[in-house]
Structures are given as C-alpha cells and as structure tokens.
C-alpha cells in the first residue's frame, strides 16, 4: 500500500489534524526521463503554512484533495534516465507520498556515502542557505557587533547564531523553552538567550541582554517579540524579515505600532527575502556551510519523527515550539 | 532692534503660535574667526518638529527659552575671517535672527550673482540632495517602473518626481490639494496625481493609478496613505522613509498594519535615512541637481513668505499642507 498526504481543508488559525488525510495513491509508473523513488526523509517547514491558504503569495497554494508538496530526500528505485540508476539517493520537491515518480529534471543527486542525507534538508539545504544568505547578504555582520534571532532554536536560527559567532558577533538568542535555551547557550554558545514566554517583559530582557543595541535583528518570529527587539535598534541597523511564524495563523491583518519613525530615526532598513532568490549562488553557500560543518564549526540539531503517518503531527509541531533545529520526518 | 525667535513652550500635538516668542536678542559682537552676518532667507523643514521634542532623536532638541536653529542664507555685514568680506552671501545653520555672529568654520559662501539665491535651501540645498539620494541611492530607479511619491508637492517631493521622470518612470503623485496637483501634472508632468484628503479609498486610488503595481515608494508622510500604497507593492520593491510628516504631532505611538509579512512575501525593502549621513557625497548631488536645472530638466518651486516674524506661521504652516514645494521665509 503506498500512502499519500493530502490537504483535506484549509486551515483557518492553527492547522489541526483535520486539514490533513491520509489516502492510498494511485499505482505508480514511470515514463521516460522519470525516475520511480521512495521517500527517506521529508522535511516540514513553516513556509508550507502560506501554502495551504489560498491568498496569493510567493509560491502557488496547495490545492485542496491533493497531496503536499515539500523537500524530500528519497532513494531511487527505478530510474528511466540515464543519469540515475536505482539505489541513488536524491534531493528534490517531491509529493508528501511514500513512492512516486518524478521527472528527472527536478532532481539533485546526493553522495550516499554521506551519513548525513538529513542535512540536505536542514543545514546543507534550505534553512542553511536561508541563513548564510540573509544572515551575510543583507545583515553584513561587523565584528562585534549585537545580533538579535527570533525563533533561534529552529531550523534557520541555529544556523545564523553559529555562523554569526563565527563572525565575531555578540549573539542573542530567542526562544519559547529553557531546553531549547540551554541547548543555545551550551551547545551553540549564544552569548545571551531569552525565554520569551516567560520573561516578563521581552522589552527589559532585550535591553539588559544587549547594553549597546540591536545592529542586526534576524526575525523569523515577528509579532509582540520584534516590536521589543526594533525598540533597541542602532543607527544604521539591519532587520532580516525571514519568517513571521508567530503571525501565519492570525485570521485578521495583524496590527502594531508602525515602525518607519524608527526606521528613519535610526536610519536603518528592513529587508524581506526569500531564499529561492538566491538559487544561482546556492552552490556557493552549500560549499562554504559544508567547509564549517567540516571543520566542526557549525553544529546540525535536528529534531526526527519516524514514521510517514506523523507529517501533519510534525508540521503542526513547528507552530507548537515542539522542534529544536530541523524537524524532519523519517520514513521507514 | 534686532529680533530673535526662541521656543518658549514644547508643541503637544500640532505646534502653534504659542510655542514661540519674538524676543529682542542681545548685542551682537564678533571675535576673531566669525563674521557678523544678516538673514536673507530662512528655511523651515518639517524635520525640526523633531527637535522641538525632548524625545531622543537624530538631532539633539533645541532649548527651551533658546532660539530655533535651521538653514538659512544671510549677507556678511562685518568679517573677522580672511576668506571672507562685507557683501559675501554665504549658507550656513544660523539662529532664527535677524542678525548675529557666527564662526566661519561653518559657513559656505555662495556665488552672490546667482539670482536664486534661495536655490541653496531648497533644489541645490537640503531637500534637493535628500531626493537626490534617497530616490539613486535607496530607490535606485529604472527605467519604466513606477514610482508613488506621498507629500509629493513638498520640497522634497517634487525633486524626487521630476528626477523619476529623468530616470523613466512612472510617476504617481499624492497631495492634499487640487491645486498642488495641477502643478504637479501640468508644470512637472506627473503621470498621475491623487488628492489624498478628497479621494474615496486611497487603496482603490492607488490601484487605479497604478495597474502595474508600485515598483518604489518615496514616503514623506506615513500613515495611512503607506497603508494603501504599501499594500499595493510590486516584487522587489523598495520602500524609501524620508519622512513621516503625518506622524510628527501624535502624541501617542501610532498603530497600524505590521508591514513585515508584506515585506518578506514581496521581498522588499524598506530604509530610513538621513540627508547628512550623505555629507561626503553633497558636491556630486549638487553638481548633478544644478546640471540638471541649467539644462531646463528640473524646476524649481518655492513657497516664499515675506517677514521675519512669519517664521512660526511659515512652519506650522508645513503641517497644514500651505506649501507647494520648498518653503521660505524671506527677511526684508
């Protein structure tokens, strides 16, 4: 039986188990140029939320009674091109089902010797490649200046407090859990973090954890935490829009205080990206994570669910604070 | 009598008339180094609302019971400084007074034959450099996109419009008066103009006058005109805070739609800056902007009120939108 995970209904606020279906797919055959593969790992990621409304954004919405679509890692088990042969292993934007056929063409061949496939899908892939660019592209870290992450345990976050150190910067970390925090501080060497749920109040914490201000704001949160962070902002700051998980289930147009006084008070620019924008310089960004990764400079944290059935337990969980680094599901 | 205007009382809300006071200002001597100068032209900007405040901002405040400071052109009537001589016209930050000293260290001289000696507070001065900047530098204009400009019959705004225009786009002009917008169309040749007070929907507005969507957004104003321009941005665009006039006399934050959802689906930017972080590259602004006149390209416009003691009137008047272009008060 070879299962498939459709979108039942659109998620009106948090996505529940009900969106979600699981179907038997149609048998599964490959013409020329396709490749039949089985999924190894899938990846949940936030981005998928604006995908499943069906207001106009930067990527195509799901359409309903079909299945998601996300990145896969999957093993090829018949290929019907010649630049694959079964057994390899692949990176592509595949189908929320257990086997399926592709077209060769929208398909990455991976080193199978590597014993990190996972890593295509967090730190070698997407969230990786969302960090080092946002972080370096527009955010220019300087030496010693103060960084700020919203959503610093996740996927991205992890990646652009490491490299950020690696820059010589002072870096604060933001999060929902003291775990979470303690695996930032510990493990990750955060200079400071901050549990934004219990905090009193994120204004004091922001001020006493950066005595000199905020140069560069990474926001992957947005909502109530960015309001206090952009409150401490320098002259000349940076705030990277990467991610507004707090605001993808909000029903009405979010509100808060406008923010271009600060702006042009402190001459600073905010700046929206999508990592997909990057994609001719992505080998350059893959290479360089590698080298990091290699040299014991960057650290991966995933957080694994096994099991193909638990995709829409382990999307829902991102908007749950469940996940530490990339959440990814494994499929056995 | 030689009058000075001082700020008596900090403006809540909308400055009035009570804020100053006509006071006679003490003898005025020269030591060596300054001159002894005479105000020809005063300049009122809406930026010093700011420092009328006590709130920390970009410039320090001014004084209470101490005189309003600005640009201003005067005529050397005594010099205590070698490069200088009775008669010169120099541009420099002075008191609002009729006559005083000041340091030669501060001063630039003029060319006196110009006829438009007023050019220098306005087209060639501050506000001509600030759309010169803002719109190359931030907005970085090309040919055949569009370009909304809000408090587009202000100093800055019919810059910024007429050097669109040179540039190729497509200029859409906001006002809050016919008549500011006939001159807008007919004597700069925007491509369309919007009368923000009698409009219906400022967000249809903008939609109709804009089919293909905004491709920069030049804001002097803030609010909700940014409300509707912003909600209509293009992929890429870029947002350029130069001011937030409509704000300036809250007395409270002001709240409205969080914009970084916008930002990160458009992959837009959004920058504050200040005219003076651009200090270094002023002769290349001026030079161009006079070019540019020379050749007929730019117009200049100018509001001029006669009598040193309409300066407070000349001021609250930016507020009341009673300016068409650079507002001036001229000292007989």
Not at 86 to 98: R, S, T
Not at 114 to 130: A, K, W
Request: aromatic share 8%; hydrophobic share 40%; proline share 4%.
């Amino acid at each position: 039986m070879n299962r498939q995970i459709i979108l039942k209904s659109r998620p009106v606020g948090l996505p529940t188990a009900e969106n979600f279906e699981i179907v038997v797919a149609s048998s599964v055959t490959a013409s020329n140029g396709e490749l039949i593969v089985k999924a190894k790992f899938v990846s949940v990621d936030p981005y998928m939320r604006g995908r499943m409304s069906d207001a106009k954004s930067y990527v195509a919405p799901f359409e309903l009674g079909k299945p998601i679509e996300g990145g896969v890692v999957a093993e090829v088990l018949e290929s019907h091109h010649p630049d694959f042969k079964e057994g390899d292993v692949v990176l592509a934007p595949l189908k929320w089902q257990e086997i399926q056929a592709v077209s060769a063409e929208k398909i990455t061949k991976l080193d199978k010797n590597n014993t990190h496939l996972s890593y295509y899908l967090g730190i070698l892939g997407m969230p990786g490649l969302t960090a080092y660019f946002g972080l370096l592209d527009i955010g220019k870290p300087v030496s010693g200046e103060t960084i700020v992450i919203s959503g610093a345990a996740g996927a991205v976050g992890v990646v652009v407090g490491q490299i950020a150190r690696i820059k010589g910067c002072r870096v604060v970390g933001i999060s929902g859990s003291d775990e979470k925090n303690a695996y930032l501080s510990d493990e990750l060497k955060f200079d400071e973090v901050i549990n934004y749920r219990t905090t009193g109040s994120m204004r004091k914490a922001i001020e006493k954890a950066c005595q000199d201000g905020v140069d560069i704001y990474f926001d992957n949160v947005g909502g109530e935490i960015s309001d206090a962070v952009i409150s401490q902002i320098n002259q000349g700051a940076r705030i990277i829009i990467c991610g507004q998980i707090s605001l993808y289930n909000e029903t009405k147009m979010p509100v808060g205080p406008r923010l271009q006084a600060m702006l042009l008070k402190k001459r600073a620019l905010m700046q929206g990206f999508i990592i997909s924008d990057y994609y001719n310089r992505f080998p350059e960004g893959v290479k360089q994570l590698a080298t990091w990764l290699g040299e014991g400079r960057l650290n991966s944290q995933e957080t694994i669910v096994k099991g193909f059935e638990k995709l829409p337990e382990a999307f829902i969980g991102l908007f749950e604070g469940k996940n530490t680094g990339k959440s990814l599901v494994e499929i056995e």
